[in-house]
């Protein structure tokens, strides 16, 4: 299984940026899909998640502005970044608990990380 993140970038402060992550590989199922954050010097800190069915979860601090969305026929998930400010700069990490056909158990995969910077 691996998880191939994209879409990251530099763009000033009010701009826009949609992060994508497709999942592959012998997957059965995937259940939570997840965005964090890693600022430089901090610790990573999820974004915003979505279930299976749609329930979604925000960080206080882009509530309003991120939409977290997800495509489970393709197994991908989305991060609309609108009305990005310098502190929204970091590297963005997708995560997903998948059921992988091998395995009896769920366990958690990591995308590799894409870069988005904020200029002010």
């Known amino acids: 299984v691996q998880l191939q993140a994209s879409g990251g970038g530099l763009v000033q402060a009010g701009g826009s940026l949609r992060l994508s992550c497709a999942a592959s590989g012998t997957i059965s199922s995937i259940n939570t899909m997840a965005w964090y954050r890693q600022a430089p010097g901090k610790q990573r800190d999820v974004v915003a998640d979505?279930?299976?069915?749609?329930?979604?979860n925000y960080a206080d601090s882009v509530k309003g502005r991120f939409t977290i969305s997800r495509d489970n026929a393709k197994n991908t998930v989305y991060l609309q970044m609108n009305s990005l400010k310098p502190d929204d700069t970091g590297v963005y990490y997708c995560?997903?608990?998948?059921?992988?056909?091998?395995?009896?158990?769920?366990?958690?995969?990591w995308g590799q990380g894409t870069q988005v910077t904020v200029s002010s």
């Open positions: 995560k997903c608990r998948i059921l992988p056909y091998t395995w009896s158990t769920w366990q958690d995969y």
């Open positions: 979505i279930t299976r069915d749609g329930s979604t």
